[in-house]
């Protein structure tokens, strides 16, 4: 049995899925003042792909069963327009939280070099520092873009 403490390599293999990304139109949530909640016809927007630093720490609990906690710098996206917002360029930006924890389940005995798992994570996903900074689009689209970029 191999002591909890004594260093080891790991090898570990993954694979990354760029983000799906995609939205309804803008919409419009009054005029004037008045409700109105209506769907502004050809406009949308997308994300850009982002890359980060990500930091594992794991823990065997017995020598088949081990945890590790995934998590790393915040993600910054790009928001950018589409449809008739696409002259607009990027909109703004927000970051993506997403700690994983894993719980694993690892085949055979400590000791071969070879040792293949089965996992099951569940990780929460959050947005913050969402902001609308393109100038144009907010004078363009009205002051409640303007009060949640100084409030997002």
């Not at 502004?40 to 088949?64: K, L, M, Q």
């Not at 696409?86 to 694993?104: D, I, M, R």
């Amino acid at each position: 049995m191999r002591s909890r403490l004594d260093p080891s390599t790991q090898l570990q293999a993954g694979f990354t899925l760029p983000p799906q990304d995609g939205s309804g139109p803008l919409k419009e949530a009054s005029v004037g003042g008045s409700p109105v909640n209506i769907d502004v016809p050809g406009t949308g927007a997308s994300i850009s792909s982002a890359d980060t630093a990500g930091f594992t720490f794991g823990y065997f609990a017995t020598d088949h069963i081990a945890a590790e906690l995934e998590m790393g710098v915040p993600l910054t996206f790009d928001l950018k327009g589409t449809g008739t917002l696409e002259p607009y360029g990027k909109l703004g930006s927000a970051k993506q939280w997403s700690p994983t924890l894993l719980f694993k389940y690892f085949f055979n005995t400590p000791q071969p070099k070879f040792r293949p798992f089965v996992g099951i994570s569940v990780t929460r996903t959050w947005f913050s520092d969402a902001k609308i900074t393109n100038e144009q689009f907010i004078r363009r689209f009205g002051s409640a873009w303007s009060d949640h970029r100084r409030h997002g």
